[in-house]
């Protein structure tokens, strides 16, 4: 089953002081939809797409929406990667289980989980920890 990973970088990948080898990320995407959400310089590091193709591949972009919720400087930065996991959402409609990888975000929302801190010993580890947090989460 495919599964829609959605990965920040800084502080999230090891090639900015995170703990997920890119080498994963790389593995994931052969079988996985992979996307980066946060720095762009990911797109390019994983050879995976980023938000300039999210913007590209929609014709028009809904807005976001309201999280007044949130506080403190993060509250732009988490606002734009849930519109972002929105829009992901508009672009595979058909995949269901979705795990986004950030130091930040790890609230659930619609049909997403986040996890933050985990602790993996392969990417296949990483994968079944990420569908484990969207099994509890959605059971």
């Known amino acids: 089953m495919v599964k829609l990973f959605a990965f920040d970088r800084d502080f999230t990948v090891n090639v900015n002081e995170g703990p997920v080898p890119l080498s994963w990320i790389k593995q994931l995407a052969k079988s996985h939809e ?7 310089l990911l ?9 300039e193709d999210m913007k590209s591949r929609m014709s028009m972009l809904p807005k976001p929406k309201s999280f007044g919720h949130l506080i403190g400087e993060h509250k732009a930065n988490v606002s ?4 972002r996991m929105q829009n992901l959402n508009l672009l595979f409609p058909d ?4 795990i986004i990888v950030d130091d930040f975000v790890s609230e659930i929302m619609g049909n997403w989980v986040g996890e933050r801190d985990w602790i993996y010993s392969d990417p296949q580890d990483f994968v079944n920890v990420g569908l ?5 989460s959605h059971g």
């Open 80 to 83: 734009t990667k849930i519109w």
């Open 43 to 51: 797109r390019g590091e994983a050879n995976i797409p980023g938000v």
């Open 95 to 98: 995949i269901s289980i979705c």
């Open 132 to 136: 484990e947090a969207w099994e509890r």
């Open 34 to 40: 992979v996307w980066a959400i946060g720095n762009p």
